[in-house]
């Protein structure tokens, strides 16, 4: 179907999407020219006494949140901590997460945002890659992020580990609608004893400055770098993607016109901010505007629905699993969602159905989006008065894209599929420590440099963008993005395994699932069944990653040249 819209503001033949782009917002724009940390500081000088974050029903004010943010950050300077030095952290969605990132930035360091289900082996990658010896954490990951620094050699282990409980942010005593579900609070109180740092130092959240510590002046300009978070692909371990101050703010000015952001708005903090939608799209960009953030540290569609209530939030971000859960409560009819305004996300196609009930219920358009860890997020949105649904959207602020022939890199014409490739001034600067990598991922393209997403699809003759398949292999576990490469990694530390080729499997609710087929070793054959390897690697792994279901054969099929030829695994699969 194609959308009624005005007549075109470019004659640009090749931008049919501006016919429905949102009235009196500029199609390109010029952020400011400052570092991300000025974005808490003129936020708390405009609004000092304005909610920043509630946490379980206790509030954290905008003079609140840069004053934590400031004595955190003197405190990483006392560690040593210098300018463009990268420093891990490692927590589930929390106030300390969003003091500790902006602290980071303040003390012109690099924040190194990893995902807190990573298990042991994971994270020693996450310290050593990016040569971090300062990391931040919560009492509940600290043991397993002590585990893998010790397990490393000392040249390569963290000199410092700051902890704190997420009890420290909120009253364990809170009642009511505020109050966090009853399962989770022996989990949110308990207080943890400090592991043991192998020739390195524990600190408390709460300890106090050195004597006479005073912060220096912030360095850090637009095009240093701000933020280091990691992505897999193909072959081998994560790759850390450079993001610059200017990356990521050019993201918050987008986000603040494209979304009606202001400073009354209340955003529902659950998607993860150790990820690039919670970081940027959420985090980031309510900070830009003064907004305030309801932070929930894992998703639970009851406590969603009281705090949507309750709060009067405006803004949820989202993947659609938690949509459909949350419409599927039996208390649903005891919420008022009439406060919100804008409800979308991206990481799966929200379903047709849920999404008309949303239109049909509260009148709200589900706008889905698209993006990477390399494009900082958002590369693709659909206008909120002109959505298509299981659609990416049309190009993002300032963004040129296109649909090429991923071996000729010809452009497809309309509706032909190819691989989408993506030229924005949210592009990361290329990954950290692999030249290799970051010149395979970038193309010249009718003079301009093109980010390559490795992602098929199609776009239409209004300009919509449409995903079709993947050239790269990937699993999408309800938003997750699981990548087999690494996880076969992995599974090859298993004593037991000999070859391993992990494919998708078709899941009813989390879209698709992470499936191995693995040949054992001839010793362990009869001694190893499925269910072991599937306990192993929830014990080694993110759970996100560990394979549901395992499958022992003799021998996987490879070509003349030996390569596993997974596609005719993935397709047996699919029969």
């Known amino acids: 179907m194609t959308l009624s819209a005005s007549t075109a503001t470019s004659g640009d033949a090749k931008r049919p999407h501006y016919r429905f782009w949102p009235k009196r917002v500029p199609h390109r724009i010029t952020p400011p020219a400052t570092s991300l940390w000025h974005n808490l500081a003129i936020s708390a000088l405009r609004y000092p006494n304005k909610t920043a974050l509630m946490f379980f029903g206790s509030v954290t004010t905008y003079s609140q949140l840069l004053t934590q943010a400031e004595r955190l950050a ?35 360091a690099v924040v190194v945002p990893v995902n807190p289900m990573n298990r042991c082996e994971e994270l020693k990658h996450y310290i050593t890659d990016p040569d971090a010896k300062v990391a931040i954490t919560t009492a509940d990951l600290a043991e397993e992020l ?31 609608d505020n109050a966090p579900p009853s399962a989770w609070m022996e989990w949110l109180t308990m207080r943890h004893p400090p592991p043991d740092l192998l020739e390195g130092e524990v600190l408390a959240w709460d300890d106090p400055l050195p004597p006479g510590q005073e912060l220096s002046a912030p360095l850090a300009g637009p095009q240093d770098l701000a933020i280091l978070p990691y992505t897999s692909g193909t072959t081998g371990l994560p790759k850390g993607c450079m993001h610059s101050h200017a990356t990521i703010m050019h993201q ?25 939608t919670g970081m940027i799209s959420v985090m980031h960009s309510c900070i830009y505007v003064g907004a305030a953030m309801v932070i929930m540290p894992r998703w639970d569609r009851d406590l969603a629905g009281r705090l949507i209530s309750t709060w009067c939030v405006t803004n949820f971000a989202n993947i659609p699993t938690m949509v459909i859960d949350l419409l599927a409560s039996p208390r649903f009819d005891q919420y008022d969602l009439s ?23 509260y009148g709200l358009r589900y706008a889905e989006g ?9 590369s693709h949105f659909n206008p909120a008065d002109a959505t298509k649904q299981q659609c ?16 000729t890199l010809q452009e497809m014409p309309v509706g032909e599929q190819g691989e989408i490739i993506i030229c924005g001034p949210q592009n990361f600067l290329g990954y950290w420590k692999r030249p290799e990598a970051t010149a395979a991922a970038f193309i010249d393209f009718e003079g301009k440099r093109f980010f390559r997403s490795g992602d098929l699809g199609r776009v ?17 576990a309800s938003g997750y993005k699981v990548w087999p490469a690494e996880v076969e990694t992995l599974m090859f530390r ?39 390897i599937i306990s192993w690697c929830h014990e080694n792994m993110a759970v996100y990653k560990a394979p549901r279901v395992v499958q022992f054969v003799d021998a996987l099929p490879k070509s003349g040249s030996g390569k596993v030829m997974w596609r005719l695994l993935q397709e047996a699969e699919n029969r």
């Open 494 to 532: 298993h004593p037991a395994i000999q070859e391993a080729c992990v494919i998708p499997t078709q899941d009813s609710y989390r879209g698709e699932s992470v499936k191995a087929v693995v040949v054992l070793r001839p010793s362990f054959r009869d001694q190893v069944t499925e269910q072991d």
């Open 392 to 407: 990416l959207g049309i190009p993002y602020m300032g963004t040129d894209a296109r649909v090429v022939d991923p071996d």
């Open 146 to 176: 002590a585990r893998a620094s010790n397990a490393l050699e000392a040249k390569d282990r963290l000199s410092h580990l700051i902890v704190t409980h997420f009890s420290d942010a909120f009253d364990a005593r809170v009642q009511g």
């Open 460 to 476: 239409d003759g209004d300009g919509y963008f449409f995903i079709t398949d993947r050239l790269k292999r990937m699993i999408n």
């Open 370 to 378: 698209y993006g990477l860890t390399e494009t900082a997020a958002p």
């Open 339 to 361: 406060s919100l305004v804008q409800i979308g996300g991206g990481g799966a196609a929200m379903p047709q159905a849920v999404a008309q009930r949303l239109f049909d219920h």
């Open 74 to 108: 003197a405190r990483l300077q006392a560690l040593g901590v210098r300018k463009g030095e990268r420093v891990v952290l490692n927590m589930q969605n929390c106030p300390q997460l969003v003091i500790a990132h902006w602290a980071i930035l303040r003390a012109d």
């Open 252 to 276: 918050c000015a987008a986000a603040a016109l494209l979304g009606n952001g202001n400073a009354e708005n209340v955003s529902l903090a659950v998607v993860p901010m150790f990820h690039a």
